[in-house]
């Protein structure tokens, strides 16, 4: 059994989970109810032995005070949690889809614990963890937890007051609002520290440190971590309903049309080179320290030379960093119809600003190869026009795929097939884009590549299923996914049946429209039996359909926000 933590660590992480801690008496009532809501959680999980202890990857404590923070919403109204309710009632019809459906017992007000409103987080937080264990909403596990957390923290009703609440509704003065400071002070804290989203941002720096860990050291740490919260606020989709986490927090706070506007656009953010023009100081802001004085920066984009206008509060202490003549590699989000800068900034300087300009000059050529070479076509993330030739190059990629292969799923009997043929069809499309647009040489193409694990299985089928936004979802052993889709006896799964059902979902590579084309042409029998854990003669059609639709959501929400390929194929700009 694993060691159970001490009322002091939990404490210690009730703390930090509270935007602004509550009294003493209440962190030890928290304190005291979570640690004993951890040692029940161990104890049942330990009973059921494998597989779900095994797969089990967070803190015991860290879940239980997630437990208790949900309680403590829910007593002081759900001001968190009625997003999540509003979004399912949204997209299923139902605010906890597979635990309330027409017919049973209303849910009462949030200020009355209900079991169904946790066993839909439970269940949420358990089928998120990363191993792929396809969880069952019908799982005694979470019907037992739910109920301990509802007796268990019933107690704090009126025992801790709601300091989320207080802190992400508290209005901001000049000096926070000026550059949407505030405002992201408040969404870090939603993202990281908020019991909806804690798991998912220790789960993202993990796996974001993990892949840069060689590039770590003492020095980049802070700043490190600084583009790991930016990337995370920007870019992470939320398992409520595939809700961005701006996007979430917008809902939540219910804000203004222009300050809402202003957060969800920090989705897009600007990124390339810049080179500083201007810098213009405007000022003591009311709330800024005496002697502070925040500024105005006119930059320009060095891959389209648009300008920007950058706000910047000098309560960073930045204006010695930021001259003119400087160039900076960052990222920019938009803000009161100005600009501010988005984690980590790496500055180089080029020929004007002094020292020998010989030197300088070959660190920004070298260093703007490097960033070319990081962001490649991608300049459609800010230039209006290309995404418009990105969007059409997709198009007329697709529509030659379905002419070659005559629909946009095609099959492959092994590896070698599919290098021939995907060859075959990206000199074809070459062809008819030279007869189409009159250019004397192809644009710019690439050809799907295989995962590296396709090597052990070069002689099995390979699917390729190609949309008009987003390029190709390529899937090796093809045959195992349509014996899995197949598969109606809920008792009887092999393991690479289960590992490639559950890939499906788990992994970013596969489109919603893939897993639905997918289900189309070998039905959705496997999916519904593996992941409800009953004879699929027991399992009614609204509730495969219920299923399809949640999970397509929960696993894959990125795929809903406009989107477009990593590769695009449009004219590199003229030097």
């Not at 005070?65 to 002081?76: S, Y």
């Not at 000049?174 to 908020?194: I, N, Q, T, V």
Request: proline letters at 5%.
């Amino acid at each position: 059994m694993p060691r159970l933590p001490s009322t002091g660590e939990i404490r210690n992480i009730a703390a930090v989970s509270f935007p602004e801690t509550p009294p003493p008496s209440a962190l030890r009532a928290i304190a005291k109810s979570a640690r004993q809501y951890a040692s029940l959680t161990v104890r049942i999980l330990d009973d059921i032995g494998d597989p779900l202890e095994e797969t089990w990857e967070m803190s015991f404590s860290e879940f239980a005070v997630a437990v208790a923070q949900m309680a403590v919403d829910l007593h002081n109204g759900g001001f968190l949690w009625r997003v999540v309710e509003e979004r399912n009632r949204e997209l299923f019809g139902t605010p906890l889809p597979f635990f309330f459906k027409e017919g049973d017992a209303p849910l009462p007000a949030f200020e009355t614990l209900d079991v169904r409103r946790f066993q839909f987080f439970i269940y949420s937080i358990f089928l998120g963890l990363k191993q792929g264990y396809p969880f069952s909403p019908s799982d005694p596990v979470l019907r037992e937890l739910a109920e301990i957390a509802v007796r268990q923290f019933s107690d704090l009703k009126g025992v801790v007051p709601d300091t989320a609440r207080a802190f992400l509704e508290a209005p901001l003065d000049a000096a926070d609002a000026f550059d949407g400071a505030g405002y992201k002070r408040k969404l870090l804290w939603f993202g990281r520290h908020s019991y909806l989203l804690s798991f998912a941002w220790s789960d993202f720096s993990s796996e974001y440190f993990e892949n840069i860990k060689e590039e770590v050291n003492a020095e980049t740490i802070e700043v490190r971590f600084i583009a790991c919260q930016d990337k995370f606020v920007a870019e992470h989709v939320t398992y409520w309903g595939g809700l961005s986490l701006v996007e979430f927090f917008a809902n939540t706070l219910g804000l203004d049309a222009e300050t809402r506007a202003d957060i969800l656009a920090w989705r897009g953010r600007h990124d390339s080179l810049f080179r500083i023009e201007s810098v213009v100081s405007i000022g003591v802001l009311p709330g800024a320290d005496p002697g502070e004085s925040s500024s105005e920066l006119i930059v320009k984009n060095l891959l389209t030379d648009v300008p920007y206008t950058v706000l910047l509060n000098t309560q960073m202490k930045e204006v010695e960093r930021f001259k003119v003549g400087v160039v900076v590699w960052g990222m920019l989000q938009p803000w009161r119809g100005k600009w501010r800068w988005s984690g980590g900034q790496h500055l180089i300087y080029d020929a004007q600003s002094g020292g020998d300009p010989l030197e300088k000059v070959q660190h920004l050529a070298a260093f703007s190869e490097k960033f070319k070479a990081s962001i490649g076509n991608k300049r459609y993330i800010f230039d209006d026009k290309l995404r418009a030739s990105a969007e059409e190059s997709e198009r007329l990629m697709h529509e030659s795929f379905v002419r070659f292969f005559g629909s946009d799923l095609a099959v492959f009997a092994n590896t070698a097939e599919f290098s021939e043929k995907m060859r075959d069809y990206i000199g074809n499309y070459q062809q008819e884009r030279v007869k189409t647009l009159g250019i004397e040489a192809p644009y710019k193409t690439f050809t799907p590549t295989l995962p590296s694990s396709a090597a052990k299985h070069a002689h099995r089928p390979v699917a390729v299923f190609n949309e008009i936004i987003g390029g190709s979802c390529v899937l090796t052993s093809y045959d195992a996914l349509v014996s899995a889709l197949k598969n109606e006896d809920d008792a009887v799964w092999e393991g690479e049946e289960e590992d490639i059902l559950t890939e499906l979902l788990y992994s970013s590579s596969f489109s919603p429209e893939f897993l639905e084309r997918m289900l189309e042409k070998n039905g959705d029998a496997g999916l519904a039996c593996l992941f409800l854990d009953r004879d699929i003669k027991e399992i009614t059609a609204e509730e495969r359909k219920l299923l399809v639709n949640f999970l397509t959501h929960f696993f894959k929400g990125e795929f809903f926000y406009k989107r477009y390929p990593d590769v695009i194929m449009v004219k590199e700009k003229e030097e």
